[in-house]
Nanobody, 123 residues
Framework: VQLQASGGGLVQAGGSLRLSCELP????????MGWFRQAPGKEREFVAT????????DYADSVKGRFTISRDNAKNTVYLQMNSLKPEDTAVYYC?????????????????WGQGTQVTVSS
């Protein structure tokens, strides 16, 4: 299973970016999805997750109110809208396919991982 995340880039603090993750059509409608990030020298951390039909979402406290996860199963794509970006949001962002249909915060609950996309927020 190959996932491709895109949409990263360089943005000033306070700016916005939208990340996209294209999913294999064979599983898109049956699995929860998640976004994680890893900053240099730090462990990978949970960012956001969404259930198979988009009916349930969950966010890390650090991004709640600023980031929005969504999905369009017709387009086989999951999104992460990031607003009011801060320098501490700088990281490589990864999308992942969950083992089940529900939301999940732990990386061990994810089967497949995409190649990351770099997000850099300047102060």
């Amino acid at each position: 299973v190959q996932l491709q995340a895109s949409g990263g880039g360089l943005v000033q603090a306070g700016g916005s970016l939208r990340l996209s993750c294209e999913l294999p059509g064979s599983i898109v409608s049956r699995r929860g999805m998640g976004w994680f990030r890893q900053a240099p020298g730090k462990e990978r951390e949970f960012v956001a997750t969404i259930s198979y039909n988009g009916g349930s979402t969950d966010y890390a406290d650090s991004v709640k109110g600023r980031f929005t996860i969504s999905r369009d199963n017709a387009k086989n794509t999951v999104y992460l809208q990031m607003n009011s970006l801060k320098p501490e949001d700088t990281a490589v962002y990864y999308c992942a396919v969950g083992r089940t249909a529900v939301t999940a915060r732990r990386s061990s609950n994810y089967d497949y991982w995409g190649q990351g996309t770099q997000v850099t927020v300047s102060s």
